[in-house]
């Protein structure tokens, strides 16, 4: 069992830079693949962001490519999602997730709570 926390969300303002944390329980965190998605109300939830197991591979959907960032700290067992250049429509709750490997981003076996993003203009 994977617990993750996401901490880091808040209000700010458009062209603004946020960055959210998500802390992970796993003895082995190598042994998951990262994700960030995204859910605005009345939106289906969004892939936006991945990081391989070993953080070398990453994947940023086109709508944050060039202003999100993904990274991950195997000392800490935390991924990391630097936003900047903030935008009205990234208001949304941010989750982050956790896979197996062979198992797909369409279903994750792992989520966190999710934290609130609001980017006002």
């Known amino acids: 069992q994977v617990q993750l926390v996401e901490s880091g969300g808040g209000l700010v303002q458009a062209g603004g830079s946020l960055r959210l944390s998500c802390a992970a329980s796993?003895?082995?965190?190598?042994?998951?693949?990262m994700g960030w998605f995204r859910q605005a109300p009345g939106k289906e939830r969004e892939f936006i962001a991945a990081?391989?197991?070993?953080?070398?591979?990453?994947y940023n959907a086109d709508s944050v490519k060039g202003r999100f960032t993904i990274s991950r700290d195997s000392a800490k067992n935390t991924v990391y999602l630097q936003m900047n250049s903030l935008k009205p429509e990234d208001t949304a709750v941010y989750y982050c997730?956790?896979?197996?490997?062979?198992?797909?981003?369409?279903?994750?076996?792992?989520w966190g709570q999710g934290t609130q993003v609001t980017v006002s203009s």
């Open positions: 997730a956790a896979r197996k490997r062979g198992s797909s981003w369409s279903s994750p076996e792992y």
């Open positions: 796993a003895r082995t965190f190598s042994d998951y693949a």
């Open positions: 990081a391989s197991r070993s953080g070398v591979g990453t």
